[in-house]
Every structure is written in C-alpha cells, then in structure tokens.
Nanobody, 114 residues
C-alpha cells in the first residue's frame, strides 16, 4: 500500500528557513517521479518542484530558494526552503506518480509571518 507522510511544517519568520520531509512506504522514490505541491487558502494547488533520478526542477516562484532532495536509504524526500516569504504560506503536499496514478500525502502547514 502506497503511503506518504509529510512533516516539518510550522511557523517561521520572513527570511527564515524550514525543511519538510516526506516519508514514503509501499514504493521506492528512486523508481518514480515525485514532487512537492502547495495550496494557499482560496488558491489552486500549484507545483513547487519535482525530482527524478536525472535531477530536480522547480516552479518559477521558488527557483533559487527551494531545493528538493532524496535520501534513498530512508526512502524520504525533502524540501529545503530558504529565504521564506509571506506568500509561501500554504499547506504543502508531497506526491508520487506510480503507473499514471497520483498518490498524495496529508499535507503540512507552513506559515511565514512576523
């Protein structure tokens, strides 16, 4: 059974950093495309970035500030967020696509505020 569990969200001041984790089970991250998404209140869910064995790519709004990485031994994907802005406030989700089916985690809240 595929399962994704995010952790690491919280409240951080503008300019601060936060690292989110996504623990996977029932599959291996290094065999599929996986990524991070976010959804702010009243807004559509948007892609933050994605990672494959070839590397990672990012949405324009986070490029240069956020980094996606994996620890294959722990089957965990990470989202390192630096230089956070109030507009980064959202619920962050991880997702993996396995044979044309998307699996999502439950989400973790990130709030950037002074």
């Amino acid at each position: 059974q595929v399962r994704l569990v995010e952790s690491g969200g919280g409240l951080v001041q503008p300019g601060g950093s936060l690292r989110l984790s996504c623990q996977g089970s029932g599959f291996r991250f290094n065999e599929y495309i996986a990524g991070w998404y976010r959804q702010a209140p009243g807004s559509a869910r948007e892609m933050v970035g994605a990672i494959t064995n070839s590397g990672a790519h990012y949405g324009a709004s986070v490029r240069g500030r956020f980094t996606i990485s994996r620890d294959d031994a722990k089957n965990t994907m990470y989202l390192q967020m630096n230089s956070l802005k109030p507009e980064d406030t959202a619920v962050y989700f991880c997702k993996v696509n396995i044979w044309q089916t998307d699996y999502w985690g439950q989400g973790t809240q990130v709030t950037v505020s002074s």
